[in-house]
T-cell receptor
Framework: AQSVAQPEDQVNVAEGNPLTVKCTYS??????LFWYVQYPNRGLQFLLK??????LVKGSYGFEAEFNKSQTSFHLKKPSALVSDSALYFC???????????FGKGTSLLVTP | DVKVTQSSRYLVKRTGEKVFLECVQD?????MFWYRQDPGLGLRLIYF???????EKGDIPEGYSVSREKKERFSLILESASTNQTSMYLC???????????FGPGTRLTVT
């Protein structure tokens, strides 16, 4: 079965500091990994994805994620956090031959001024 | 950008009612999905469709059905609403396979 785990329910960081939101995955075969963000009372917005190639993936709003096959991780990062980055972040994995995404339970990011 | 719209942002229904949630996408994408989102549980897949009139059960299909008569429209049906179906319902569309999904704004359904 394809699954992802987000070990932290909440991450707190001060504005201007680097942020990391963690995600680990469990798949058979090649993983296709995604990050989404959800702002209050909104649907999910796509941030970035890893399909193949360079382990460092750059996405929207200055976010990036590093794919680490040996640690089965796909952590989301940003060098300098903004208060407006406060939101709910979801990691997701797509089965090798399937269509649907399996989502993690989400991590709430709070950036304080 | 793909635009996915959902018929209602907020909906209140009574136990036992038949409920229709509508989703429309404007980019001719093959795949459409229905998820429900609950605090602490993340998103769970209810049903998805990879073509008109085609559907596949997701992880939690019990108590739900779907309809896709046209490519742009994917409906979720609660045959007899129950209080444990109170949730946020999210529709998504994707080009296919491993492409990213585009989500609608969600419908917050309350069943009393």
């Amino acid at each position: 079965a394809q699954s992802v785990a987000q070990p932290e329910d909440q991450v707190n960081v001060a504005e201007g500091n680097p942020l990391t939101v963690k995600c680990t995955y469990s798949v058979s075969g090649n993983p296709y990994l995604f990050w989404y963000v959800q702002y209050p009372n909104r649907g999910l917005q796509f941030l970035l994805k890893y399909i193949t190639g360079d382990n460092l993936v750059k996405g929207s709003y200055g976010f990036e994620a590093e794919f680490n096959k040996s640690q089965t991780s796909f952590h989301l990062k940003k060098p300098s956090a903004l208060v407006s980055d406060s939101a709910l972040y979801f990691c997701a994995v797509s089965p090798f031959s399937g269509y649907a995404l399996n989502f993690g339970k989400g991590t709430s990011l709070l950036v304080t001024p | 950008d793909v635009k996915v719209t959902q018929s209602s942002r907020y909906l209140v229904k009574r136990t036992g009612e038949k409920v229709f949630l509508e989703c429309v996408q404007d980019m001719d994408h093959e795949n459409m999905f229905w998820y429900r989102q609950d605090p602490g549980l993340g998103l769970r897949l209810i049903y998805f469709s990879y073509d008109v009139k085609m559907k596949e059960k997701g992880d939690i299909p019990e108590g739900y059905s779907v309809s896709r008569e046209k490519k742009e429209r994917f409906s979720l049906i609660l045959e007899s609403a129950s209080t444990n179906q109170t949730s946020m319902y999210l529709c998504a569309a994707a080009q296919g396979g491993i492409y990213e999904q585009y989500f609608g704004p969600g419908t917050r359904l309350t069943v009393t």
